[in-house]
C-alpha cells in the first residue's frame, strides 16, 4: 500500500523529511525529535489534492522516499501508543464502551513501533477532544495528520496494513463520538470568576508566551492546560511546544500530560493568563461579570527588524547575501517576495485584502541595495515566480501586456526614484503624460488583486496589434519549419483575454531609490494620493554601512527552497520551469483567530482617532490608508503559519505605526520647505521690483506685480525683507502735498 491508495480514496498527503547518514532528520535541526514524522513542507497544513501527475513528479523528486504523512480532515484515527500504556487503555476502552474498534474499523494499520492506527470517519462539524484522561497512551486524532501506510518508522519496520483499504473506513461509531464531543467553551474559575474559554482563546494566551521559556515554566504551562481542559487538551500543549528550540516530540509530551492532574497542588487557568500577560496578551475571554482587560494598545518590545515566522527566516538569509548590514532593506525585501509568492494561492475573505505591497526603499547610493534586489530575485527564482519578476516600467502598455502574459506582475524596480521624478514633472507641468498612465495602470492593477480588471479601448487595440503582428511572424516561421506552436498558442491564448479583460491581476513593486532624490517627492498631496498612500516607505538612516569583514555568501538551503516552492504551489514542491505563473482555483483561506480579529478592530479604531486629529494639519490621509497596510503585512506573516494571529497583527501594526511616522515626516517636512520655497521666492520678487530706479514703490504698486500672491503675504514678506535690513519703509510728499508710505532697497 503507497500513497496513491490514499490519494483514491480522497486523502491530501504530503510528503516526509527522511533521515541523513548519522541518523539525524533531514529537516537540519540535529535535535528533532519528530524523525521520519517530520512535514518536509510548513505548509503541510494546506496541502491540495494532488493529480497522479503530480505525485509522479513529486516521487520522482523524492518527496515520499521515506514516507508520507496524510491529513486527517473529516475522520477520526485512534492511534494506540503501547510504550505509554496505550495497549491497557485500548482495552479498558473497549470494555467501557463495549465496542472492539478494530473490529468495527474497514481500515486499521499497524504502526512500525508495535502500535495501531484504526480509522473511522466522522461528522465534519463535529469537534472532538484528542486525548481522555482515563485511556492514556491514546491519542484520537480528528485534526492534523498521521504517519500513512507504507511508510517508515524509526524502528526500521513499515507502517503495514493489519486490515482493509482506505476506501473502506466506516463511520465512527456513536459511543466513540459521544465520550469525545468538545463542548464549545471549557467552564474554569479564574480570579474568583466562572470563565468561558474556547480553544481559540487558549491558542491565543499560548501565542503570548515564547515556547523556549524555562523547564519550570514550560511544565507549569501545561498542568494550567490540563487543569483548564480537564485533561483534553494535550494537543494544544503539544503544538504550542513543537515552536520551541528544545522539542522533545508527541511522545514526550503525552508522558507528561498523563502525570498531571494528580497532584494535590493544582496549576490552574489562572497561571496561563499570568504568563500570557505578561507577553502582551489581551484577554478575549467572556466573564459572567464585568472583570474585562483592559491594556492600552502598544506596539512596545517588538523588534521591526526581525519579522515573525518563515518571513523572518527569509529576512536573516537576505541578510546573509549582503556584504553592507542593510537589515531594514532586507525586511522590506522579505516582506515583498512572501507576499508575491503566496499571492495567487492564499486570500483572506474576512477583509478581502491580497498580499501585494507597493514598497519604497530609500538607502544611500553605494550602500549595498543591489545585494537586497538580487536575493529577492534568487527568492523568486527559488518558488518558480522567476518568468513574472520585472526589472522596469515602461510604459502602461507594457503592464498590461506583462499582466496578459502572467497572473503576476511583480517589479524590483532599480533607480525607481528617477521614473518618480518623472512622472511627479509630468504631474506638475502637464508633461510626459504617457507616465501618468502608467500609475493609473499601476494602481487599477494593484486594487483588482481580488476581482477582474477591465481594459481601455485604446489600450486593447494598440496591444491587439502589437499582438496580431507578432502572431503573423510566428506563422511565417512556421510554415518555414521553424518549432513554434507553444509562443502561437500563448499568443492566442493571450488574444482571447483582452477581449475578457484580466481576471485577478497581481501586480506588486518594490523600488530602490536614494534620499536625495526620494525625499522630496512625498508632500501632503502626494500622501494623500492612492499611489503613495498605498505605499510602504522603508528607509535605511546609516548612509555609510561599515562592510562585514571577510564576508561570504552562503547558498540558499534545500529547506527553504523547497519551503518557498511549496507556498507558491499549494503544497507541492515540483518545478514549475518556464510555465505561466497563474492561479485560477479556488484559493487557500487564511483565517484570523478571535483574538487577533479583536485587536484589528482595536487598531482600526485608533487610525480612525489619529486620522481625525491630522485634520488640522491636512495628514489625515496617512493614517486613514494605515489599516489596509496592517491587513496587509499580518496577512503576509500569516501566510505559513495558516492563519493570522496575535503575533502577527501585533508586528504588523508596529511596522505600519513607524512607516506613518516616516510619512508625516516627509510630508510635513515638504510641506515646510514649500512655504519656505514660497517665501524665497516672493522675496526675491519683491527685491527686484524695488531694484531699478531707486525711486521706490507704494504696497499697492508691489502687490499688483506680485500677483497672485496674497496681499496680506506681501506686507508679511515685506516686513521680513525690512527685519533683515534688505528694504526700508519711508514717507516721501507727492505734488499734492499728500504723504506716501514707499518702500525701498535698504
Known sequence: MNQFDYLDAGFRIFGLHGVDAKGNCECGNPHCKAILKHPRTSAWQHTPNWSDEQLDTMEMMGQFSTGFGVLVDEHIVIDIDPRNGGSEAYAKLCKDLNLDFKALSGFVVATGGGGWHIYFKKPLAMALAGHHADYEGIDFKSSGYVVGCGSLHKSGSLYEAEKGHPDDIAEAPAEL??????????????????????????????QCIDANCSYEQWIKIGMALHHATTGTGCAIWDTWSATGEDYAGSEKIGQHWHSFGKSASLVTVGTLVHFA????????????????????????????????????????????????????????????????????????????????????????????????????????????????????????????????????????????????????????????AYLEGVIGALMSA?????????????????????????????????????????????????????????????????????????????????????FFGRSLIIQEKETNPKAKKRFKTLPMDMTMSMTLASIYNGGSVAATGKQRVEHLAERVEIPTEAAALDLLDTIEDEFHAMAEKS????????????????????????IDDGFRSVEHVRWAYAFVKADIQAKVNLAAGNMAADDRRHDEALHRKILNILDHDGLGESIGVIANRCRPAKKEDVLTSLEILIEKGFVKKDHITALNNKKLEKYFLA
Not at 481601455?456 to 513554434?484: F, N, P, S, W
Not at 488640522?616 to 489599516?627: D, G, M, N, Q
Request: a negative charge; aromatic letters at 6%.
Open 177 to 206: 463520538l459521544a465520550l469525545l464531543e468538545k463542548p464549545e467553551h471549557i467552564r474554569a474559575e479564574f480570579r474568583g470568576q466562572q470563565v468561558d474559554l474556547s480553544a481559540d482563546d487558549l491558542g491565543a494566551m499560548l
Open 277 to 432: 500577560e505578561q507577553g502582551g496578551y489581551q484577554s478575549t475571554v467572556t466573564f459572567e461579570t464585568d472583570l474585562v482587560y483592559d491594556e492600552p494598545l502598544s506596539d512596545d518590545n517588538i523588534d521591526l527588524l526581525r519579522p515573525p515566522g518563515f518571513v523572518g527566516k527569509l529576512v536573516e538569509w537576505i541578510n546573509g547575501q549582503c556584504r553592507f548590514p542593510r537589515e531594514r532593506l532586507a525586511v522590506a525585501a522579505a516582506l515583498s517576495a512572501m507576499g508575491n509568492i503566496s499571492g495567487l494561492r492564499y486570500e483572506d475573505k474576512v477583509y478581502g485584502v491580497t498580499t501585494n505591497q507597493f514598497i519604497f526603499c530609500v538607502a544611500g547610493s553605494a550602500t549595498g541595495k543591489e545585494a537586497i534586489q538580487q536575493a529577492q530575485a534568487e527568492i523568486h527564482k527559488a518558488a518558480g515566480i522567476a518568468p513574472a519578476t520585472h526589472g522596469a516600467i515602461k510604459s502602461e502598455q507594457e503592464i498590461i501586456r506583462n499582466l496578459i502574459d502572467h497572473q503576476a506582475a511583480c517589479y524590483i524596480i532599480d533607480e525607481m526614484g528617477l521614473v518618480l521624478q518623472k512622472i511627479d514633472n509630468a504631474r506638475k507641468r502637464g508633461g510626459a
Open 446 to 530: 494593484y486594487s483588482k488583486a481580488n476581482s477582474f480588471m477591465p481594459l481601455g479601448g485604446d489600450v486593447r487595440k494598440e496591444i491587439k496589434m502589437q499582438l496580431a503582428k507578432e502572431l503573423g511572424q510566428l506563422k511565417k516561421r512556421q510554415a518555414d519549419g521553424a518549432d513554434v506552436e507553444a509562443d502561437i498558442a500563448s499568443i492566442e491564448r493571450q488574444l482571447s483575454t483582452l477581449d475578457s479583460g484580466l481576471e485577478r491581476p497581481f501586480l506588486s513593486l518594490i523600488g530602490y531609490t536614494t534620499p536625495v532624490t526620494f525625499n522630496g517627492l512625498v508632500d501632503y498631496e502626494q500622501s494623500a494620493n492612492g
Open 615 to 638: 485634520k488640522e494639519a491636512t495628514l489625515e490621509a496617512i493614517p486613514r490608508r494605515a489599516f489596509e497596510l496592517v491587513l496587509k503585512v499580518s496577512l503576509v506573516l500569516a
